[in-house]
């Protein structure tokens, strides 16, 4: 079976879309307006109740939008059935009927077209090894694990070769050590057969994981949208600073300088010479694994350092979370564990280089 895809093209468009459940009630998709390319793996990524569901529901058709379009293969299914749209969706509870074997579920979905017995059989034989699920077949899905139901799921929603495949936090019922392992089970299938998926999660790790493109969703609106490592390294709003990577949100000020503009924040200053479009009071964001963290000693501090105190310090292996109360608030720093660490109550120097700051737009 021959499921590879083209890249590059949009596989579907959506035209200021807008949900609401009733009139007058607020809109749980509101005005948005997103494109998802083809052979890539774009997340859907919030807290519970922001629409990335709603979202995802609407492009299968299990929704319909109030207002706005959908177009799948440049194709406007705004008002198509599920049933007439050229998609396949894995459930977070998988959806799997309890009476079949797992041959069968797989089988399934190809039963109510025109293909032929020996065909589907094929297919579905070509999907099950695809998956690793080729020594199970003959089993009922109570008697698999979590990992391999959520595999027969997936096989299932590939063996009628969707042009796009659906996920709905198709992981949340998984341990920890599971999950990473299914996710990139899922990346790798992903990639090597060049499929269009849309994934929807509200776990951050998961979504840095997988995704070609991840798009923050909040309050039904799209917050930012980019590449992890962009929305990990250069969050634009406070709400996507902590939600993406537990950044320290900090209060600061902005003053025109001669060589661009001085950042100053309680005792902290830096000088800037790019990203800056306005001055006055605002906030920066600061990774907690950027920052530097080392026993106080007597003398002249940088104009980046500062003293506070180390109040918590917990060890997580390979690194120590620690929270140190400063003149500009409580800053979460997380540092390699060496032998000469500073201990909870001790008086410690933070260090921020410039270059970790981003500036946000309140």
Known sequence: M???????????????IVKQYSPGSPAAVDNISLQFDSGCLTTLLGPSGCGKTTTLRM??????ATSGQILIGGVDV?????????????????ALFPHMRVFENIRYGLEVGSL?????????DAIMRMTGLEALGSRYPHELSGGQQQRVAVARALVIEPQVLLFDEPLSNLDAKLRRKVRQEIRDLQQSLGLTVIYVTHDQEEALAI????????NAVVAQL???????????????????????????????????????????????????????????????????????????LSPHAMTGMLSKASYLGDHLECVVETAIGEILVRTPVVSDAPF??????VTIPPEAIVLLDD
């Open 116 to 124: 032929k017995a020996e065909e589907i059989d094929e297919r579905v």
């Open 344 to 349: 909870a109550g001790s008086v410690v120097t």
């Open 59 to 64: 492009i299968a058709g299990l929704e319909m």
């Open 78 to 94: 705004t008002r198509l059935p599920a049933t007439q749209r050229d998609v396949s969706m894995v459930f977070q509870s998988y």
């Open 211 to 218: 995704s070609d493109t991840i798009v923050v969703l909040n």
């Open 2 to 16: 021959s499921l590879n895809r083209k890249s590059g093209d949009a596989a579907v468009v959506l035209k200021q």
């Open 226 to 300: 980019g590449s992890p490592r962009e929305l990990y390294e250069k969050p634009r709003t406070q709400f996507v600073a902590d939600f993406i990577g537990e950044a320290n949100i900090l209060p600061c000020e902005r003053v025109a300088s001669a060589h661009g503009v001085k950042v100053v924040a309680g005792p902290l200053s830096f000088e800037l010479s790019e990203g800056i479009d306005r001055v006055g009071k605002g906030h920066m964001a600061v990774n907690p694994g950027k920052i530097s963290l080392q026993p106080h000693q007597e003398g002249a």
